[in-house]
């Protein structure tokens, strides 16, 4: 259980699709945790650090590749370990 390993420096813009030039897989290795104005959330897809903003999934709607649209949501935003 003692993991001597240091866990990379969190990116100030990350995203969980692998696809996208912004997906870091050493990051996701380990639990992250996003608090967005205060609360913590589990549906984030997207976030930046310094222009404020998260990009969630739209809950009905996709685009011409059949993925769910993402929503732009701007606020105060810290990207943590769990």
């Known amino acids: 259980m003692n993991d001597t390993r240091s866990l990379p420096t969190l990116p100030d ?4 699709n692998p696809r996208s030039p912004h997906h870091v897989a050493e990051v996701f290795e ?3 945790g996003i608090r ?6 589990n549906d984030v897809e997207e976030y930046c650090i310094s222009e404020g903003w998260i990009k969630i999934a739209s809950p009905k709607a996709l685009d011409r590749r059949g993925q769910p649209l993402l929503i732009t949501v701007k606020g105060t935003v810290e990207a ?3």
């Open 13 to 16: 813009r990350l995203s969980i």
């Open 36 to 41: 967005f104005n205060g609360k913590e959330r």
């Open 80 to 82: 943590f370990y769990s």
């Open 30 to 32: 380990h639990e992250i």
